[in-house]
Structures are given as C-alpha cells and as structure tokens.
C-alpha cells in the first residue's frame, strides 16, 4: 500500500517533465533562451578543440612554451616537484604561477600536452558566462547573442590559437570574481581574487582594477575596494622586486618589458611621476590605436557605453600598451587573455541597462560587428588572418610523430622547437643547440624542413645536421624526408671490419651501408642495397698522419666486371672536414650517398679509392680496396 503511494507523486513528477520539455520544444523563444547559448558555446569549444589538436598534429606548437608547460607539470606528477631541463634555473617559466599546479594531476592522468590545450579552450570559453548570466536575468531573450558574438570575436580566437601559457588560468578565475561579485557570494569572491593574485605576479593590476570598480561603482564595504587596490599594487611590485629573486635566485627576467622607462621598477616608478607625458604619449602611437580599434569593433565598441565599467579592464589596456614589445603593446598573441571576462562583463552590463528598442539594434550591431571582425582579422578558419600550412597535417608532419614515436621515453633527447612539444613528457628534453654543458643528451632529432628553426638560422641548422652526421661516436639511426634522429654513444658506432691503410696517411676502419626503403626512409644498416633506390654508405676513417694536402674519396658500386654502376665523390665528411684539417690520430665519419640504378645486377662490390684533390693523382693502392660484395633486391 504505502509503496504505491510512494510511487504516484513520482510517476507525476516524471510526466510533468516530460511535459515541460514537450512544451519547450513548441516554444521557439524557450527554446532559443534556454539551449541558443549553450549549444553556440558548446560548439565553439569542440571546433576550437579540434583546431588547436590538428594544429599540435601538424607541428605547430612548440618546445617554448606548450613544452616547457608539459614538462614542468609532468616532472611535478612524477614526483620532481617544478623541474625542467629547459629552464633550470628559473620555474613557472619565470612567471610566479603556482595556480597551474592544479593542472598535475591531470597531466599525470593523460600525459601529453593535449590536455593542456584541452584546459586552454575551456578557460577562453568561460570568459563570456559571467556577462551572460548579468544579460539572461536582465533581458534573457537578448543572452544568447552575446554568447554567439562571443564565439565570433578574433580577439578570442587570436588567444586560442596562441601557444598555452600559465596566464591563461587567469581567464577563469577572473570569470568567476565577476559572478561571484554580481551575484554576492563573499567566499567565493575571494576565493577567486586569490586563485587570480597566484596565476601570475601581474595579475595584481586586475586585482586592483576589480578594487577601484568595487569603490565606484558596487556598494559594498569601503574598505573591500581599498582592499583590493592595494594588496593588487602590493602584490605587481612586491613580487617581481622582492620575492622572485629570492626564490629563483636571479632577478626578475620581465623587467625588460618597460625599460624605456627604467632599468627597476623604482626606476620607472619615479620616471613616469616626473614626466607622466611621455607615458601618455606611448599609449597614443598610431600603431596602438589601431590595435585598440581592432580590438573593440568587433564588440561593438559596447565596453566603452557603460559608464564605470571601464575600470575593470582599461588598466590593464593601459598597462599592455605601455610596454617596450611590440606584439604586446599592439595588444597581440596570449597577452590580452585576462581581459576577455572583463570587456565581455562590461558589454553585457552596458546592454543590459537599455530599453527594448536601443536593446534591438545594440544587439543587431553586435551580431554584425562581431561577423565583419571574423571576417576580416579572424584567425579561425574563414577569417582574414586563418593560416591555413598552420593545420596542414601534410605526409611530413606524419613522418615526424611517427620517428618521435620511434624514441624511448625514458632517454634524453635534444630537438627543435615544433617537434619538441610532442616529446616533453621526459626527464630530459632540450632546445637544439641550448644544451647545458653538464648534458649529454642520448638522442638528437632535427628537422632539416623546420621553417623556423629558432634559434638557428636555416643554414646554421643545416650545418648542425652535417656536424652530428660525420661526429664518429653518433649514430643515424633513422634519416627520412628531411628528418634526422642520432644517438650518441661513448666510442665510434661502429664494429672494427678492416683495416684498410692507404700508408701514410689514413686509415679505413670499417663501414655502415643501408638501403633507402620504400618510405624513402635509412634506418639501420643492412648490408643490402635495393634497385632504384639510394644507398647511404658510412665510412669510419682514422689520420695516421697530419695531411698537408687535400684528398677526395671515391665510393663506388661495380659489377663482376669491374664496370662502375654507381658512384659518389668528394671530400670527406660531406665536404665539412678536409683531409687538411685532420690531425694524427683524429676519428673521422664520412658519409656518402649513391643512386642505384633499376636494372642493377643482383650483386655489387663496395669499393673505395682515395685520390689527391689537386693533381687528382691517386693514393696507392691506385685502385683503392674492394671492402664486401653486397646482394641487390630487385
């Protein structure tokens, strides 16, 4: 009896709901109030996610920063608490973040940088909500606009498809001291405020910038705002001049960013007060108004119209422009992620306080605004700044996981900087060529196609390839459409086969020979060669005596007939090393490539010979040695 009375009120409950949502969905404007700004919001993060995915696939995040992050968060999950091979010295990338400890444990859950892509999207998607929910209780049918300009805006997009930074924390915790603010739940306020003050030691401006628009504009208690106005000055001075020199044990690395103003913070404190103009005057350049104008089109300019509210994010505007870096005073890269809560709070309350038909055609130029800044400055796919080779997942980049793949996760590695994102979770992990002196990384992998390979030069980089090839205690373990991945070992790689001794001079201690496959990849040494591909033959050379004059090897195929069917000559190393730089006793790789022709005979014999390279006479013996004969596969 009593559990059929039980039952009733749920079986009610149960068809009420279903009612409700039956209703919702014949209500267009329900519909669109409750699920328009979700769903725009929802989407937005999985295309952003996929894009900043297939960006790291393609090999267009980098060692500095998304790397640096995943090793220091990963290093901490394993127990080496703020460790990083790439900077060791300093931590937090020399920025006072301890707020990013909270992403650990899940970096030891999926270890890879993806997951802090995953957490970067999400945080840039929370900066719209606290002005949504000022707009849905003030004018809910308006809400969802907000949202979908939101979800158009470049200055979002420019953030999201930046590398991933610790200050990208901030954008959440300051969406949540603005709802909390908006909404008066004290503890949580606070809370906020201090997860902001631990993002970084700049966020102290923000801080304070909530400070003076609790005093103006919010009744709350006096000495909230003075609170927070000094604790946020305290902290951007205190910081930077006090504590992070005591705990890296070095000064502070950004102090760079105003030093047209001072070489101190007290420096410049005491400069701007004695000629303010000239601050001014930094923040009127041309080339800052037209960042400012880029960044407030789009929004309609709807953060300039409510009165006060510009005090949320105007200081830190200001405090952007002033510095010396031009991508961060014309408001460029990651930068600008803390003020994507606070401008997008202050359109929301400058919308919120019109009248329906001012409302209609504020919200009408919002919608268009936001598209004509997609169209024109947007870096997303569609806008006028989308770089489409940025998440070109071309045949090269597949090469390129693949051989990172091919590398222990345990061994040390030094790279470049696109490929170095997807190795960091090691103990070891370093920036080609910054490699400490006290570092002898295992294995080294360069790209010879890297566009950028900061912070070579394209010339530098091909020089640093040559030097690692010929170095005779180094390895190629894998050389493919441009990609080369060495290991080091402690003696010559190489097994004794010789010697061969062209007297008195040099000495042949053994060889490598490996056979292009059909991937066009040279992997291990085989002692085979295949038609119609390419051979790499290594040769193992020891001076037996200081040589004076310049000498040219001479690498050849020949048939049981003697009859040269392939052939490679030329100073030795890839021309790096001549003969004349050899001193007695030196240890020399040489490498050479020949082209195997199609129709080649089912064996050749591997011979060298050594010739001088002025006269072109040739060192005896005249006909150099036969090392092997070696199979051909058809």
């Known amino acids: 009896m009593s559990s059929r009375a039980g039952a009733a009120p749920t079986l009610q409950l149960e068809s009420d709901r279903r009612i409700k949502s039956a209703q919702m969905l014949r209500d267009p404007y329900r519909l669109w109030v409750n699920l328009a700004a979700p769903v725009a919001l929802a989407a937005y993060v999985g295309w952003a996610l996929y894009l900043a995915f297939l960006r790291h696939a393609a090999l ?82 308006f809400a969802p606009l907000l949202v979908i300009a939101f979800v158009l805006n470049p200055l979002l997009h420019q953030v999201a498809s930046a590398e991933f930074q610790g200050i990208m924390f901030a954008v959440p915790t300051l969406a949540l001291a603005l709802y909390a603010l908006e909404t008066k739940k004290e503890k949580l306020f606070w809370l906020a405020i201090g997860l902001t003050l631990l993002v970084r030691e700049d966020m102290g401006i923000y801080v304070a910038s909530i400070g003076l628009y609790v005093l103006t504009l919010r009744k709350r208690p006096l000495w909230h705002g003075i609170l927070l106005v000094l604790v946020g000055a305290a902290w951007v001075i205190a910081i930077p001049t006090y504590v992070f020199p005591y705990l890296a044990g070095s000064p502070y690395p950004y102090t760079n960013l ?267 040494p085989n002692g085979t060669l295949r038609a119609g591909k390419q051979a790499r033959v290594v040769l193992y050379w020891t001076a037996l005596e200081t040589m004076d004059r310049g000498y040219r090897i001479s690498v050849q195929l020949v048939d049981g007939d003697g009859q040269v069917v392939a052939e490679h000559e030329g100073e030795p190393a890839l021309g790096s090393v001549p003969t004349t730089k050899w001193l007695r006793e030196r240890n020399v790789r040489d490498v050479h490539y020949l082209d195997i022709p199609a129709d080649a005979p089912l064996e050749l014999s591997l011979r060298v010979s050594i010739r001088e390279t002025d006269s072109d006479a040739p060192l005896a013996p005249s006909q150099g040695f036969v090392l092997t004969a070696l199979p051909v596969q058809p």
């Open 60 to 141: 267009h995040t980098f060692l500095f920063d998304l790397g640096f992050f995943t090793q220091l968060l990963w290093n901490t999950a394993q127990g080496n608490w703020l460790q990083s091979s790439l900077k060791p010295d300093t931590f937090f990338g020399g920025h006072l973040s301890p707020v990013l400890l909270l992403l650990t444990p899940f970096v030891r859950l999926v270890p890879n940088g993806r997951t802090l892509l995953l957490f970067q999207q999400i945080s840039l998607a929370v900066a719209v909500l606290p002005g949504y929910f000022v707009l849905r209780r003030a004018r809910p049918g």
């Open 258 to 524: 105003f030093e047209e103003f001072g070489g101190s913070f007290g420096e410049i404190a005491v400069n701007l007060a004695r000629n303010p103009l000239l601050l001014i005057s930094r923040w009127f350049e041309p080339a800052k108004m037209v960042a400012l104008w880029q960044m407030l089109y789009p929004m309609a300019f709807l953060p300039l119209l409510a009165p006060g509210e510009q005090l949320l994010w105007v200081p830190g505007v200001l405090a952007l422009l002033t510095t010396s870096e031009p991508e961060i005073n014309t408001l460029g890269g990651w930068w600008v992620a803390p003020l994507l809560p606070l401008l997008w709070f202050a359109a929301a309350r400058a919308l919120s306080r019109l009248q329906d038909t001012p409302l209609r055609l504020a919200a009408a130029v919002m919608v268009v605004a936001a598209l004509a800044g997609f169209v024109l400055t947007s870096r997303f796919p569609g806008g006028g700044r989308f770089a489409p080779e940025m998440y070109a997942l071309n045949r090269h980049a597949q090469i390129g996981q693949e051989i990172l793949g091919t590398i222990p996760p345990d061994a040390s590695l030094a790279t470049t900087n696109r490929l170095g994102a997807h190795a960091a979770t090691r103990r070891e992990i370093y920036l080609y060529p910054w490699i400490p002196t006290t570092a002898s990384p295992q294995y080294f992998l360069l790209d010879a196609q890297e566009p950028d390979p900061y912070p070579l030069s394209s010339d530098e980089l091909e020089k640093a390839i040559t030097r690692l090839m010929v170095a005779p205690r180094v390895e190629t373990v894998r050389e493919q459409d441009g990609y080369f991945l060495f290991r080091a070992h402690d003696s010559p790689a190489f097994e004794p086969q010789g010697p061969w001794i062209w007297e008195p001079y040099l000495r042949l201690n053994g060889y490598h020979v490996t056979a292009e496959d059909d991937a066009g990849a040279f992997l291990q």
